[in-house]
């Protein structure tokens, strides 16, 4: 069983409009949680970083949010543009060795 | 900076052919990792090297060899290809092992026939 799950596996919005991401885990511990973005053809890049105390973090138009007691991210993203097509990766560090532990991503399509 | 770069981008190769995959970081990172990426699939760390001069395995350093040139260079070799090593592969770096910002290049797309 994967220990990061991510929902929708893919999504398509209309440019200006919101959207949430959904990250799903077990990894326990973990000192914290970040969102990748990884735009086609390119390495990720990292958007917003939580460790486990906290609840919520910005970068722009990008809000992540962080439950611990149900084991929940979500990554919600406001007035989105054509930009923001790409995949979003939820990502957890466990262990000492800089382990990261990878979901399988959201792929998001934003549409004229 | 160029950050990190690889080469080459994209590489076809016949099943038991070898070949190297190529990485650099300008960062002057300490740390430095190889991943691969399989679709439907989270980002698995095949090797990784803490400092200059040491290597260890990750989740899946079967069929995998490296080097850490030096500090700048991380490279990864395939000694005999495998249809299953068809994957997507990237490099990262960091300051360090306890620096959580890895640092990612482009890629390199490796097809196995």
């Known amino acids: 069983k994967n220990q990061v799950e991510q929902s929708p596996q893919s999504l398509i919005i209309l440019e200006g409009k919101n959207c949430t991401l959904q990250?799903?885990?077990?990894?326990?511990?973990?000192?914290?949680l970040r969102w990748y973005k990884q735009d086609t053809g390119r390495g990720p890049v990292s958007l917003t970083i939580m460790t486990f105390s906290e609840n919520t973090k910005s970068n722009g138009r990008y809000t992540a949010t962080l439950d611990a007691d149900t084991k929940q991210s979500s990554l919600h993203i406001t007035a989105s543009q054509l930009s923001d097509s790409a995949s979003y990766i939820c990502v957890l560090r466990s262990g000492g060795y800089n382990k990261l532990i990878f979901g399988a991503g959201t792929r998001l399509a934003v549409h004229p | 900076n160029a950050g990190v770069t690889q080469t080459p981008k994209f590489q076809v190769l016949k099943t038991g052919q070898s070949m190297t995959l190529q990485c650099a970081q300008d960062m002057n990172h300490n740390s430095m990792y190889w991943y691969r990426q399989d679709p439907g699939m989270g980002l698995r760390l095949i090797y990784y090297s803490a400092s200059e001069g040491t290597t260890d395995k990750g989740e899946v350093p079967n069929g995998y060899n490296v080097s850490r040139l030096n500090k700048r260079e991380f490279s990864l070799r395939l000694e005999s290809a495998a249809p299953s090593q068809t994957s997507v592969y990237f490099c990262?770096?960091?300051?360090?092992?306890?620096?959580?910002?890895?640092?990612f290049g482009p890629g390199t797309r490796l097809t196995v026939l």
């Open positions: 990250c799903n885990y077990t990894v326990s511990p973990f000192s914290n």
């Open positions: 990262a770096s960091s300051d360090s092992l306890s620096t959580d910002t890895q640092y």
